[in-house]
């Protein structure tokens, strides 16, 4: 792959007054890739995001977004980003669209009418044209966000959060229009917390509190937690969670509908932890999951937002 | 940019057209402004009691009275005896004016000598100084044009025939409703410009939507202008009906240049545009601009001189006025609506509004950013 990232910092960090909300990242994105960006709430995603962007100027680090420098050329990498923020930024008193036609205007696209017809009609929004923006439910919100995000093409598409308070349907539907837009050569970076839609990034970014803890795909960021895990299956295995989390070699114990979920850095150290339960309860080896990944990254970050107080 | 500036626009002009509250805002504060103002308030005050104190029983005196009496300003009481006793009465409160005449009043008057005749005025309320002032000026001249005939006819040419001493308080810009209505124009787009800029410009930080937009190509100048034409537009519709309102409701003389006038409204309005603006780059939320902007509009309803004489405040209110843009917009539309300014009269005022917007643009350019927090 000789082709250039889409997105390439290094060290990008930033201080609100005395406490450091972004320490030395670096994160590097290839063309048409998704990647997930992980990690706590207050963890530094969003300033992440609003740097890369140009919202905010960086403290320390430097990077290119699309070949243009971060710190020169925040004019031009604008034109070429979509943006959509955590909270709905569209004018509520405006149409679905008005807002596009506003959008469009902004971004001085040509063929501007028949260009919001097409975004509307592709995002399946032409039924709801006229309804005010601040009418909508979070779904449709959430389509008019990314509606547009999108409209005036960007190369790259930073989304924060984009599926909070969005319903499972709608989630699904949004994440196949991800994957379409990737499939034409977009750059997605996406920050959320759901672990199912990590699951649908092709790599994904783990940060918190302001550092980068892992990257990489999937597999890779399991394999390189060294966590193995255990399923436990049997009589009230689920009860057991809070006892079995203290025993030493044990990381975390969650329960699952009725089994119970083990999972420690060492694999004999968590089978020793779980002997004194194994008459009745069948633990079998299993795979640790992304869930069990985080929380065990988070455990271990030191949690600076405190200590800012 | 002038794509961008112009998409602004057209947003800001769709949002207003569907606030209902900022077209109520824009057609009826005014008139009710206007309204109250101009009639509740600052009506011409009646029966003012005043003190006739003839020390001159001669037929002039009495003439003076009835003249005074059919003004219908004044309730009169007369009395007799010394200067004393209508100083009391006005020490008192019972009386607010007292007019003196003196013993021989009547016999200068006839040899030409222009007699002194003293108003005392009680300043405590200089609202009412002004108008009843004038009508005793009016009530003794009429009362003279009546009297002064056959052998004395002569008196009415030249200087005045006598000669009226007002004490204790003079107040050369006597409010009327003449003088309020041109300075409802400076409170009224104070109101506007000021209160609607800031927390339309708020609006968009609170409401989450300023994110998105500094994410876009526009510049903090295309977002800054975008918003400001639509409220100056705004503002000029506002003129129209507080002018219109004025001429034709209130038949306020309009004696100097409308173009002048107009010129220094445009001045105006751009320096409490650039306030706005600037206030909206201090505060973080709606109701803070709101109170940001009330914090800005009390002293200048209060101290400009719209409210209270400009004169009849102590120094350092005096300073504090000539910091506030509408103390000078309030001069500037007296001075050419009323008394006619024209070119070089209106340069030193103006030319502190001039000095006032760049203070003001600077500040507000160089505070807001394209980037948040």
Redesign the interface.
């Known amino acids: 792959m000789s082709k250039a990232p889409a997105i390439s910092v290094r060290g990008l960090t930033k201080r609100?007054g005395p406490r450091t909300v972004v320490d030395h990242v670096d994160l590097t994105v290839m063309p048409g890739r998704i990647c997930g960006f992980l990690g706590p709430n207050g963890s530094g995603k969003t300033t992440t995001l609003?740097m890369i962007?140009?919202?905010?100027?960086p403290d320390a680090g430097e990077g290119e977004v699309l070949g243009l420098d971060l710190s020169t050329k925040?004019?031009a990498i604008?034109?070429q980003?979509g943006?959509m923020?955590q909270?709905?930024?569209?004018?509520?008193?405006?149409s679905i669209a008005?807002n596009l036609e506003?959008?469009a205007?902004?971004?001085?696209l040509d063929r501007r009418k028949e260009r919001v017809a097409e975004t509307l009609e592709k995002l399946g929004l032409t039924s709801r044209a006229d309804q005010?923006a601040g009418k909508l439910s979070g779904g449709w919100k959430q389509r008019l966000a990314l509606a547009?995000a999108v409209m005036h093409e960007p190369k790259i598409l930073l989304l924060d959060e984009p599926t909070a308070g969005v319903d499972p349907q709608a989630r699904r539907e949004f994440w196949d229009q991800i994957h379409a837009l990737a499939a034409e050569g977009m750059t997605v970076l996406v920050s959320t917390h759901y672990m199912d839609e990590a699951e649908r990034c092709h790599e994904i970014a783990y940060i918190a509190y302001g550092v980068m803890l892992a990257r990489g795909t999937i597999g890779e960021v399991i394999a390189g937690s060294g966590l193995s895990a255990l399923q436990g299956e049997g009589p009230s295995a689920d009860r057991l969670a809070a006892e079995i989390e203290q025993r030493p070699g044990v990381a975390m114990a969650a329960p699952f509908g009725t089994s119970l979920h083990v999972c420690g850095p060492d694999p004999v150290a968590l089978r020793a932890a779980v002997e004194p339960w194994a008459d009745r309860i069948n633990f079998t080896p299993a795979e640790p999951s992304l869930e069990d990944v985080f929380i065990h990254l988070m455990r271990g970050a030191t949690d600076n937002s405190v200590e800012a107080r | 940019m002038w794509?961008?500036i112009?998409?602004?626009i057209?947003?800001e002009v769709?949002?207003m057209a569907?606030?209902p509250s900022t077209i109520a805002m824009m057609f009826f504060f005014p008139i009710i402004q206007l309204v109250i103002f101009g009639y509740a308030i600052n009506n011409d005050p009646r029966h003012l009691p005043l003190v006739v104190e003839a020390n001159d029983n001669s037929a002039f005196s009495r003439s003076i009275v009835s003249a005074l009496r059919t003004t219908g300003y004044f309730d009169i009481t007369e009395v007799a005896g010394s200067y004393g006793e209508a100083d009391r009465l006005i020490a008192e409160g019972k009386a607010q004016f007292a007019l003196t005449i003196p013993t021989d009043f009547a016999r200068r008057l006839v040899r030409g000598e222009r007699p002194q005749l003293l108003l005392t005025a009680d300043a405590t309320d200089p609202a009412s100084t002004g108008p009843a002032v004038a009508a005793v000026n009016e009530a003794v001249a009429e009362a003279l044009a009546r009297d002064l005939i056959g052998p004395l006819a002569g008196r009415q040419q030249g200087p005045p025939p006598i000669d009226l001493v007002l004490h204790r308080s003079y107040n050369p810009e006597g409010i009327t409703s003449h003088n309020t209505v041109p300075g409802l124009l400076a409170i009224i787009l104070s109101m506007t410009m000021v209160a609607l800029t800031s927390m339309s410009v708020t609006r968009e930080t609170e409401?989450?939507?300023m994110?998105?937009?500094?994410?876009?190509?526009?510049?903090p100048v295309e977002v800054m202008v975008g918003k400001i034409v639509p409220y100056f537009l705004l503002g000029f519709v506002q003129v129209c009906v507080v002018l219109g309102f004025a001429i034709v409701v209130f038949e306020v003389p309009f004696v100097g240049s409308l173009g002048l006038l107009l010129a220094v409204t445009l001045l105006f309005t751009l320096v409490s545009l650039a306030l706005g603006f600037t206030i909206s780059t201090l505060v973080e939320s709606q109701v803070q601009s709101m109170m940001a902007s009330m914090l800005y509009l009390m002293p200048s309803i209060l101290l400009s001189g719209f409210a209270f004489p400009y004169r009849g405040m102590p120094v350092w209110a005096q300073w504090l006025a000539e910091l506030l843009p509408p103390t000078h917009y309030i001069r500037l539309v007296r001075g050419i609506m009323l008394k006619g300014w024209e070119w070089p009269l209106v340069l030193p005022e103006s030319g502190k509004l001039v000095l006032m917007l760049l203070v003001l643009g600077t500040i507000a350019v160089r505070r807001y950013r394209?980037?948040?927090?």
Do not use: W
Not at chain 2, 370 to 373: G, I, K, L, M, S
């Open positions: 609100f609003r962007c140009g919202l905010l100027i925040r004019r604008k034109h980003i943006y923020t909270k709905f930024g569209l004018f509520s008193d405006l008005e506003f959008i205007r902004v971004y001085r005010l547009a | 794509e961008r112009g998409a602004m057209f947003k769709r949002q569907r606030d409401q989450g939507t994110e998105n937009l500094l994410a876009t190509p526009l510049r394209d980037t948040v927090a």
